[in-house]
T-cell receptor
Framework: AQSVSQHNHHVILSEAASLELGCNYSYGGTVNLFWYVQYPGQHLQLLLKYFSGDPLVKGIKGFEAEFIKSKFSFNLRKPSVQWSDTAEYFCAHSYSSASKIIFGSGTRLSIRP | DTEVTQTPKHLVMGMTNKKSLKCEQHMGHRAMYWYKQKAKKPPELMFV???????INESVPSRFSPECPNSSLLNLHLHALQPEDSALYLC??????????????FGPGTRLTVL
C-alpha cells in the first residue's frame, strides 16, 4: 500500500539554524509530491509541490525540497529558519491512479527565539 | 482567489443533534473533499466529489452524509455522532485535470465537539 513516512515527530531548532525534514514515500510508479504547512490555529497551506522536471523545487517562504527517485525521498530544506516557521509540516503524495493524496504523520517544528 | 471558506468555525453538538457543515469555493474547481483531522495527526480523507458526484467514500460511517448541491458548495450533514467524532473537519478543492496532479487547497476547518 502507498504510504508516506516522516522520520522526525518533533524538531527543535534555534533561529538561523538550517533545517532539513525527512520524507519518504512508498510507491514505484509516478508520484506527485507535496509539502504542506499548518501554522498554529491556521489552515493547511501548500509550501511546494513536485510533479515532474527539475527535482529541486523552490517553494514559498524560502523553502525548497529535493526529489531523489532512487531514495524515494522528498526532503524539505531551509537554510536559515525563523521563529515564524514554528508549525506542523506534512509531506504528502498522490499517485497516478487516484485523485486523493496521502499525508505523512507530520513533523512539529519549534523554533527557539 | 485561492480561498476555501468553511462555516461554522466551531460547533458543539449533542449525540442526538442534527447539524451541517458548509464549505464553499469560487475558484471553478470541480473536485471537492472532506477530511477529518484529530489533534496532532494528519488529515484523513473521508469523501471526494468530482463534478458534483461522489467518487470516493473512504468507508465513512453513515452518520456522516455528504452533499454537493452545486459546483461551489459542499455540505457535510451530521446525525447521531459519537464523542470520538470530535475533530477538525477540513474541506479542500482542486481542479480536475487528470486526477493525481491536482493541487488541493484547504479551508480553515470546522472544530467539532460532540458531547
Amino acid at each position: 500500500a502507498q504510504s508516506v513516512s516522516q522520520h522526525n515527530h518533533h524538531v527543535i531548532l534555534s533561529e538561523a539554524a538550517s533545517l532539513e525534514l525527512g520524507c519518504n514515500y512508498s510507491y514505484g510508479g509516478t508520484v506527485n509530491l507535496f509539502w504542506y504547512v499548518q501554522y498554529p490555529g491556521q489552515h493547511l497551506q501548500l509550501l511546494l509541490k513536485y510533479f515532474s522536471g527539475d527535482p529541486l523545487v523552490k517553494g514559498i517562504k524560502g523553502f525548497e525540497a529535493e526529489f531523489i527517485k532512487s531514495k524515494f525521498s522528498f526532503n524539505l530544506r531551509k537554510p536559515s529558519v525563523q521563529w515564524s516557521d514554528t508549525a506542523e509540516y506534512f509531506c504528502a503524495h498522490s499517485y497516478s491512479s487516484a485523485s486523493k493524496i496521502i499525508f505523512g504523520s507530520g513533523t512539529r517544528l519549534s523554533i527557539r527565539p | 482567489d485561492t480561498e476555501v471558506t468553511q462555516t461554522p468555525k466551531h460547533l458543539v453538538m449533542g449525540m442526538t443533534n442534527k447539524k451541517s457543515l458548509k464549505c464553499e469555493q469560487h475558484m471553478g474547481h470541480r473536485a471537492m473533499y472532506w477530511y477529518k483531522q484529530k489533534a496532532k495527526k494528519p488529515p484523513e480523507l473521508m469523501f471526494v466529489y468530482s463534478y458534483e458526484k461522489l467518487s470516493i467514500n473512504e468507508s465513512v460511517p453513515s452518520r456522516f452524509s455528504p452533499e454537493c448541491p452545486n459546483s461551489s458548495l459542499l455540505n457535510l450533514h451530521l446525525h447521531a455522532l459519537q464523542p470520538e467524532d470530535s475533530a477538525l473537519y477540513l474541506c479542500a478543492s482542486s481542479q480536475v485535470t487528470g486526477g493525481s496532479t491536482d493541487t488541493q487547497y484547504f479551508g480553515p476547518g470546522t472544530r467539532l465537539t460532540v458531547l
